[in-house]
């Protein structure tokens, strides 16, 4: 049953936090979700096995390796909005077909894109112990990357600034969209 079937949790957010590798998806959005008393989803968990011995072995993922792990994880924030619940969900979505391909599973979905520059990220992931994203993948992040359109429900956030700035204000900009969905 769809999102608009059940007509329940309009109000409460579905959000996917979004950027390039190393830009603080996991952080930020594990925060997110505990502020606003929603489930958590590691977008990471969503690729199979296929996709991680790919990146594992330096070489960016196309299109169609994409296209499963998007629907996974859009299958996922669909589910929980027809049960009414609240969800953040980890997930580069870094091209607007990406995030299409997000809303055609749950059409509310709120993206916060935590924007860093290519130093930031490749220092960030270099630091990493244990994850299947190397550094080497930096350059494909970043050629991949399409900033969120003037059409798309989001905020475009400092991936830099300190979590205690970047979730209130996440917050706040669901408050704003959450107002003006009443009054439209």
């Not at 590691?42 to 994409?66: K, T, V």
């Not at 299409?100 to 993206?111: A, K, W, Y």
């Not at 490749?122 to 990357?145: E, N, T, Y």
Request: charged share 25%; net charge negative; glycine share 10%.
């Amino acid at each position: 049953m769809s999102e608009e079937e059940t007509g329940r949790g309009e109000g409460r957010p579905i959000v996917v936090v979004m950027g390039v590798s190393g830009c603080g998806k996991t952080f930020v959005g594990e925060k997110l979700a505990e502020a606003i008393g929603a489930d958590f989803l590691e977008g990471d968990s969503f690729h199979p096995p296929e996709n991680i011995a790919l990146m594992s072995s330096g070489q960016p993922l196309d299109d169609a390796h994409r296209a499963g792990w998007l629907d996974a994880i859009g299958g996922k924030l669909a589910e929980i909005a027809a049960e009414g619940g609240s969800a953040v969900a980890a997930c580069s979505a870094l091209k607007r077909i990406y995030r299409d391909r997000l809303r055609r599973h749950c059409s509310r979905v709120v993206f916060v894109h935590l924007a860093i520059d290519k130093e930031t990220a490749r220092d960030r992931i270099s630091g990493r112990k244990g994850h299947f994203m190397p550094a080497s993948l930096v350059d494909s992040q970043f050629a991949d990357l399409q900033p969120l359109e003037a059409d798309e429900v989001g905020i475009t956030l400092d991936g830099t600034a300190d979590v205690s700035l970047l979730v209130p204000a996440a917050q706040a900009f669901f408050e704003r969209e959450s107002d003006a969905r009443m009054k439209a």
